[in-house]
């Protein structure tokens, strides 16, 4: 019976030390999990940022399908918010086209990304000639200089959904002697 019960208590123990359930290896476990989801949404985050600056440098660029090529079909451009959105991949498209037409020398320059889970913010300084009619707005011929902030929204899959700006379309014209028709 002795020996019966020491047999019992030595597999008991042996049982118990090749366990995996223990604290400090559930610990570690937790902690792995953790690292390798922060890392992935730091990774996410940085590919935003990278995807916000390539779709402005595809403006200063003036290649649409450099700005377009990471955004969602049903993309959605609210300007400064004055006007209605622009939506859809198309609408944004041809209203850039319109855009890059009245303002054939558009330049950003100074530019930087900051980035907030899935918002990203490009600052820069803009520049730029009025010089074709846009919307029923005659061309001026002047320019503009103005510092200006993008703002992207992105889904899960780093795709853009949504495009603002801080400056108003009326400031910007103002700039270049030119009033928005209401």
Not at 36 to 43: E, I, L, V, Y
Not at 49 to 60: E, F, H
Not at 106 to 130: P, Q, R, Y
Request: charged share 25%; net charge negative.
């Amino acid at each position: 019976m002795k020996s019966l019960l020491i047999v019992i208590t030595g597999l008991s123990c042996l049982m118990a030390g090749c366990s995996n359930n223990s604290p400090d290896t559930a610990k570690t476990d937790t902690d792995s999990v953790a690292t390798a989801m922060s890392s992935s949404k730091t990774d996410q985050v940085e590919k935003n940022k990278q995807t916000a600056l390539d779709a402005v440098q595809g403006v200063i660029s003036h290649n649409p399908s450099d700005v377009f090529k990471n955004a969602t079909p049903d993309i959605a451009d609210y300007g400064d918010g004055i006007m209605p959105p622009v939506k859809g991949l198309d609408s944004c498209k041809a209203f850039f086209q319109i855009f890059l037409a009245a303002f054939p020398d558009i330049k950003g320059e100074n530019l930087m990304a900051i980035s907030e889970g899935n918002h990203v913010a490009v600052f820069g300084d803009w520049s730029g000639t009025f010089k074709g009619d846009m919307m029923g707005i005659k061309a001026t011929g002047k320019s503009f200089k103005m510092k200006d902030v993008d703002l992207f929204t992105f889904n899960d899959e780093g795709k853009i959904t949504e495009h603002r700006v801080i400056q108003t379309a009326d400031y910007m014209m103002s700039l270049v002697g030119a009033k928005m028709k209401k």
